[in-house]
C-alpha cells in the first residue's frame, strides 16, 4: 500500500467516530511494520484515550513490537497534558522509526509541538500526507479550537424552481428518501439544530434524530421575543435553548427558566454573532441551520455560515407565495451576491445536492 492508501485507511477509521468526538476532533492512526498493518486504533469519544494509544494497544494485544515501525496518524500527535498524556511522548517511548501525518493540530496547545517533540528524539516525520482530506473531515474542529465557535452548516432542500413548501406551507416532502435520511445523519453528528420561531409555529417540528440508535441535536430556537407556545414540541424534553433578546416577555422568560439564552440585540432581533459566541462558550461547536428563509438570511448577512448545502429536488411548484430558502430583504444587485468557493456536486437518489463554503 502506499502512504496515500495507509492515509486513508486512517481516515476511514476516524470517521466511524463522527459526532461522537465533539469538541474533540476525529483522529485515526495506523501502525506498519514489513509492510503490513499490525495495530489500527481510533479516536472513540470525548475524554478517551487518543488514536494513536488505540493503536498501540491495539498492536500489544496481537502480540506485536511496535519498535522500528512507522506510523500514520491523520493529525499531528499532540505534546500536550489534557485529559490523557502527551501522544507524541507515548510515540518516542515505543522507538517509532516514522511518523506520516496528515495536517497539523491547530490546537493552540500544540500547533507544530508534537512534531517538534518526535523530531527532536530523532523519529522522522512526514507532514502533509492527504492534508485537504484530513482537514475536512476536522472543519468542525479547526474552525472551534481557534474561534471558540460553533461551525454552522446551513441546510436546505427546495424543488428545482427554488421553492421550500408550496404556497399553503405543505412541505412534506421536497427532497427524496434518501436525501432526507443523509440529513437524519447530519442531525445524529452536529451537536446542535437551530431554527427561528417562525418555522415553530408553521410547522411545530420535533428537531429530533430518527436514525436508528441516533442522538438527538441540542436544538436551538431564536426566539427575539419569546413567542413560542409553552405546547411546542421541541420544548419536549430539555434538551433546547431558546435564544431572545432582553426585550422578551418577562412572565414567558420566567416560566421557561435557564433554558433562555439572552443575546445583544441587533435591530430588535437575536444578534446572531453574539449567539455563537455564547454558544460556543457553552461548548457547541457545531450546528445544523434549518432555516427558514427569514433566519437564513440573517445568518448569512451575519457571516456565520461555514458551509451550505442545498438539495434540489427535480419537482416544480410554482407561486409568488410559496416560500424559498433565503427571504429577508436580499441584495439589491448581482454583483453583492454572496459567492462559494469548493462547489461540489453530488446526486443523491433522485436529488442533486450542492455544498459550498461561502466567501467571506
Ligand atoms: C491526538 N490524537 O486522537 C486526538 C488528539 O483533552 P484531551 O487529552 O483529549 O486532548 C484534546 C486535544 O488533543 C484536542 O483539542 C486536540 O488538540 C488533540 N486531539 N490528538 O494526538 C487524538 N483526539
Ligand atoms: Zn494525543
Redesign the pocket.
Known amino acids: 500500500m502506499t502512504k496515500e492508501e495507509y492515509m486513508r485507511y486512517a481516515l476511514n477509521l476516524a470517521e466511524q467516530s463522527r459526532g461522537r468526538?465533539s469538541p474533540?476532533?476525529l483522529?485515526g492512526?495506523v501502525i506498519v511494520k514489513g509492510g503490513r498493518i499490525i495495530g489500527e486504533g481510533w479516536?472513540k469519544k470525548?475524554?478517551g484515550n487518543?488514536?494513536?494509544i488505540n493503536a498501540f494497544e491495539d498492536a500489544a494485544r496481537a502480540g506485536h513490537d511496535v519498535q522500528g515501525a512507522e506510523m500514520y496518524?491523520t493529525?499531528?500527535?499532540?505534546s500536550?497534558y489534557?485529559?490523557?498524556p502527551p501522544?507524541a511522548r507515548a510515540i518516542i517511548e515505543k522507538k517509532v522509526k516514522k511518523v506520516y501525518i496528515g495536517m497539523e493540530?491547530p490546537?493552540p496547545?500544540?500547533a507544530g509541538q508534537?512534531i517538534r517533540m518526535m523530531e527532536e528524539a530523532g523519529i522522522q516525520v512526514e507532514a502533509g500526507i492527504l492534508k485537504q482530506e484530513c482537514s475536512k473531515i476536522n472543519e468542525i474542529f479547526l474552525k472551534y479550537?481557534t474561534e471558540k465557535r460553533p461551525f454552522v452548516v446551513m441546510k436546505t432542500a427546495m424543488t428545482l424552481d427554488g421553492k421550500i413548501a408550496a404556497r399553503t406551507g405543505d412541505s412534506k416532502w421536497v427532497s427524496g428518501e434518501e436525501s432526507r435520511s443523509l440529513v437524519q445523519e447530519m442531525r445524529n453528528s452536529l451537536t446542535g439544530i437551530m431554527v427561528g420561531i417562525g418555522t415553530v409555529l408553521a410547522d411545530d417540528p420535533r428537531l429530533t434524530c430518527r436514525k436508528e440508535g441516533g442522538r438527538d441535536p441540542v436544538r436551538i430556537i431564536v426566539d427575539s421575543h419569546l413567542k413560542i407556545p409553552l405546547s411546542a414540541k421541541v420544548l419536549q424534553d430539555d434538551n433546547y435553548i431558546l435564544a431572545a433578546t432582553s426585550d422578551c416577555d418577562p412572565e414567558k422568560k420566567k416560566r421557561l427558566g435557564d433554558r433562555v439564552l439572552l443575546t445583544k440585540s441587533r435591530d430588535g432581533q437575536v444578534d446572531l454573532d453574539d449567539l455563537m459566541m455564547q454558544l460556543g462558550k457553552r461548548g457547541i461547536d457545531s450546528i445544523l441551520l434549518e432555516g427558514g428563509g427569514r433566519l437564513n438570511e440573517s445568518a448569512l448577512k451575519a457571516g456565520i455560515v461555514d458551509r451550505v448545502i442545498f438539495f434540489i429536488a427535480p419537482k416544480i411548484i410554482g407561486g409568488k407565495d410559496a416560500p424559498t430558502p433565503v427571504e429577508g430583504e436580499g441584495l439589491a444587485r448581482m454583483d453583492e451576491a454572496i459567492s462559494l468557493d469548493n462547489v461540489q456536486f453530488e446526486k443523491i437518489g433522485e436529488d442533486l445536492m450542492i455544498q459550498a463554503i461561502p466567501k467571506r
Open positions: 468526538t474533540n476532533p483522529v492512526a479516536h470525548y475524554g487518543h488514536a494513536e496518524v493529525l499531528e500527535p499532540c500536550h489534557g485529559k490523557t501522544c493540530d490546537n496547545l500544540v508534537g479550537i
